[in-house]
């Protein structure tokens, strides 16, 4: 049998890295499924070394975000890192859980590309599991180190908190606006001030660029100090102008990042904080199992009898999952014999 048949991923991970070209879209929905599927492939992919590259695109819809990806394409495979020309592209998303395929306009506009042996490009949505893409995305960009691919650039819309911190998820984050009144400060509403580590005034060739660039230099110099601080670039997306440059900042940024050792701080953070996302998601699958099994029941009948109160009723719970000591136990608060 074809090794790209079945969805074993241990026969998937050597497929991909064979350049199979089936093989990898196969090992992405399988992180997208969640559950037991994904489990089997993270099991892979977080024991291969983290040594590829990811960049984040986020920004308001309509921005010029897939314009743009499009355009760092051309400079990836031209001018990649360390004469790397090969790069992923996950467009996320989230809004259409169900879409599960391409969206039609990001795949028009990276078309040209889309025949290149070079470039991967795959839409990604998650089908509504727990925890979604907080824990889909970074899973992906494993997958696609495991495999061997040099430079990964995930594009996402960010609107709501769980993009932005999506769009946090990647070494290098960039942030796309347009000329115009506000949008500086729209962005700094939506938590994306935090997140960039680049700024793109796209549309450059609109009224207002640079209105837009001093809105934004005003809210730097009004953040803390830092050791990086943000590079505004002005591009055309749609004309290519400026693109060199911004794909020069992304590379100045990165080699910020491994010259100072913060590249190696920044992913032991977000490991830690996907780690702990992971923990939040099997606890609450956990609670949910035992809800589904009605063991719950007891305890809601005695808070509506008025019999117990929500905090006893949930340490309960906790001691009879053994993450807790019984109060006058050991380690309780009452002296035990
Ligand atoms: N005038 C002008 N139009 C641009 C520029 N860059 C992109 N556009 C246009 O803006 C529109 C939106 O571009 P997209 O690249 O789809 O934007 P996006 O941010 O990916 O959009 P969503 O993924 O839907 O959020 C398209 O019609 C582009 O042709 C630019 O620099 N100047
Ligand atoms: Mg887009």
Excluded at 96 to 103: D, E, N
Excluded at 156 to 163: D, N, R
């Amino acid at each position: 049998m074809p090794v790209t048949r079945n969805s074993d991923p241990e026969a998937l991970f050597r497929a991909a890295k064979a350049g199979e070209r089936v093989a990898l879209p196969r090992l992405l929905s399988l992180v997208e499924q969640g559950g037991p599927a994904s489990r089997a492939v993270a099991e892979i992919a977080y024991r291969a070394p983290d040594e590829s590259y990811s960049v984040g695109i986020t920004g308001a819809p309509g921005a010029g975000k897939s314009t743009l990806t499009n355009q760092i394409i051309t400079q990836a495979i031209e001018r990649g890192f360390d004469g790397a020309d090969r790069v992923a592209v996950l467009a996320i998303d989230p809004s259409s859980p169900f879409s599960g395929g391409a969206i039609l306009g990001d795949r028009v506009r990276m078309q040209n590309h889309s025949l290149d042996d070079r470039v991967f490009i795959r839409s990604m949505a998650t089908r509504g599991h727990l925890g979604g893409l907080a824990v889909a995305v970074p899973d992906a960009l494993r997958v696609l180190s495991a495999v061997g691919l040099p430079l990964a650039i995930v594009e996402t819309v960010g609107v709501g908190q769980q993009e932005v911190a999506v769009a946090a998820a990647t070494d290098t984050t960039v942030v796309v606006m347009n000329p115009g009144w506000g949008d500086a400060i729209q962005a700094n509403k939506a938590g994306l001030m935090e997140i960039a580590d680049l700024f793109v005034i796209n549309k450059a060739d609109r009224a207002g660029t640079r209105e837009t660039r001093r809105d934004l230099e005003l809210m730097l110099d009004l953040s803390a100090p830092e050791a990086w601080r943000p590079t505004i670039v002005e591009t055309v997306a749609s004309e290519g102008k400026g693109v060199a440059e911004l794909w020069d900042a992304i590379g100045e940024h990165r080699n910020h990042l491994v010259t100072s050792g913060r590249l190696e701080v920044a992913r032991r953070t977000r490991m830690e904080r996907e780690f702990h996302q992971v923990l939040l998601i099997r606890l609450q699958e956990v609670i949910n199992e035992m809800e589904d099994q009605g063991s719950f029941v007891g305890a809601l009948e005695e808070l509506a009898a008025g019999a117990s109160d929500p905090y006893r009723a949930a340490d309960e719970v906790l001691v009879r999952l053994g993450v807790m000591a019984a109060p006058g136990g050991p380690g309780g608060s009452t002296a035990g014999g």
